[in-house]
């Protein structure tokens, strides 16, 4: 499943700028040209993995691509790396490397066989979106205006894990909002036992049942 989506609030035009985007297997490619169809930068996602998120930034600089090194108004952020290292919001790491986002690429189940991707385009006019995949893909619009309170892609890419306790599966979110179950009924051990059996399940998105549990290897 590839989605593109572009951002019905943004208040660019035709004459601002176009962004190409190549997506061949793992591997993504990101272009930005000015209103005069002049390059002004680029930069590439060597090998795209797993319920991970990057950005395209805005940064005066370099590039380094394979093994050279090029000048591009534009660079990638991997967001999950950072946060990990830096332990800070993505947001806040979008605005220490860089001076506005113009893409975001979020990423679930990533294999040779299976892709779950969907970009978000900020700041390029719906018109001036170029992708060149090699799978089909589904081109919509998105509010930026509503990011604040809305869903992120992210809740719906990444997986989702229940606890089964006695029997009993407990869904709620990484906020803690119940989507199913007895949460207010204390769990306590089986009468005669001296232990409790616990087993995950895995769901795709949130909590999506229709497929049932997912059989995958468990990603925590």
């Known amino acids: 499943m590839l989605k593109v989506l572009y951002n019905e609030d943004t208040k660019v035009t035709r004459d601002d700028g176009a962004l190409k985007i190549e ?9 930005v040209t ?59 790491i979008c605005q ?30 719906k018109d001036n979106i170029l992708v060149d995949a090699d799978e089909a893909y589904e081109f919509n619009s998105f509010s930026a205006n509503a990011l604040e309170f809305g869903d992120h892609p992210r809740f719906n890419l990444w997986d989702s894990y229940a606890l089964v306790v006695n029997g009993r599966e407990l869904k709620a979110n990484r906020k803690g909002t119940v989507y199913e179950g007895d949460f207010a009924t204390p769990i306590t051990c089986p009468e005669g036992q001296e232990y409790m059996e616990l087993e995950i399940r895995k769901y795709k998105g949130n909590f999506d049942a229709t497929q049932g549990p997912l059989t995958r290897g468990h990603r925590l």
Request: hydrophobic share 35%.
């Open 23 to 31: 997506l061949k297997g793992m591997y993504c490619r990101a272009e």
């Open 34 to 92: 000015d209103g005069t169809g002049t390059v002004t930068g680029f930069d590439v996602i060597k090998a795209l993995r797993p319920y991970s998120s990057y950005t395209l930034v805005h940064k005066n600089g370099s590039v380094k691509v394979f093994r050279k090194v090029s000048p591009s108004q534009y660079k990638f952020l991997d967001l999950n790396r950072l946060g990990v290292a830096i332990r800070m919001d993505f947001q806040n």
């Open 96 to 125: 220490m490397y860089g001076d506005y986002d113009v893409m975001q690429l979020d990423t679930g189940i990533i294999t040779p066989t299976t892709r779950d991707i969907v970009i978000r385009v900020f700041s390029i006019h």
